[in-house]
């Protein structure tokens, strides 16, 4: 209970300090105590909010690894070789000349 001004005049002056201390203590510790549902409302939104976002995070890194699977097993062997795919890449084709197609075309 706090001292009141009357009460602190009528003290010695080490015994008013230590009184106005305990007032001083006695405010604080009522100010903290109206201050903790504020602290534990901001505790549950905050643990409310790492649970919802760790929930997000699982979620899209589920995603992330059904795009990242491959659809298919890969093929064993390639279909065709790239020359057959690309005949003008070929190195047969690169030592053709002009006259070359010219007699092809007439025949």
């Known amino acids: 209970m706090a001292y009141r001004k009357a009460t602190l005049r009528k003290m010695d002056t080490n015994t008013r300090k230590l009184a106005r201390l305990i007032n001083d203590l006695d405010s604080a510790l009522t100010r903290l105590k109206n201050f903790m549902p504020a602290?534990?409302?901001m505790e549950l939104e905050?643990?409310?909010?790492y649970s919802r976002l760790s929930t997000y995070e699982k979620k899209v890194f589920?995603?992330?690894q059904l795009v990242?699977?491959?659809i298919a097993e890969p093929v064993a062997e390639p279909v065709a070789e790239p020359a057959s795919l690309f005949p003008?890449?070929?190195?047969?084709v690169q030592n053709v000349t002009l006259a070359d197609l010219g007699t092809e075309a007439g025949a």
């Open 88 to 92: 003008l890449e070929s190195e047969q």
């Open 68 to 70: 990242t699977q491959p």
């Open 62 to 64: 589920a995603q992330e």
């Open 39 to 41: 602290v534990e409302r």
């Open 46 to 49: 905050s643990n409310a909010l």
